[in-house]
Nanobody
Framework: VQLQASGGGLAQAGGSLRLSCAASGRTFTSYIMGWFRQAPGKEREFVASIRWGVDSIYYADPVKGRFTISRDNAKNTVYLQMNSLKPEDTAVYYC?????????????????WGQGTLVTVSS
């Protein structure tokens, strides 16, 4: 099982970026897919998650209304559209997969992780 995250980069405050996470190795219809982030000097935190095959989505409060998680089942890819970016969104963003039907915000519950992609938001 491999997860490949991409799409990070530099954005100005108020701008947008879209992250992608391509999954390979097995069929992900039974997986929860999530995005987490880790800012410098801080612990990794939950951002958003989505359940494959069912439109069950959950967001962390700091990103509600600004970020949108979605998935393309045919491409085995999950996206994180990030709008109205703030400097405090600066972090390394990780995609993760959990073999379960239940969404969780605890990173210890996720079995597979991508390599991370850096998002930097300037003020």
């Amino acid at each position: 099982v491999q997860l490949q995250a991409s799409g990070g980069g530099l954005a100005q405050a108020g701008g947008s970026l879209r992250l992608s996470c391509a999954a390979s190795g097995r069929t992900f219809t039974s997986y929860i897919m999530g995005w987490f982030r880790q800012a410098p000097g801080k612990e990794r935190e939950f951002v958003a998650s989505i359940r494959w095959g069912v439109d069950s989505i959950y967001y962390a409060d700091p990103v509600k209304g600004r970020f949108t998680i979605s998935r393309d089942n045919a491409k085995n890819t999950v996206y994180l559209q990030m709008n109205s970016l703030k400097p405090e969104d600066t972090a390394v963003y990780y995609c993760a997969a959990r073999f379960s039907t239940h969404i969780t915000t605890d990173d210890n519950d996720y079995n597979y992780w991508g390599q991370g992609t850096l998002v930097t938001v300037s003020s």
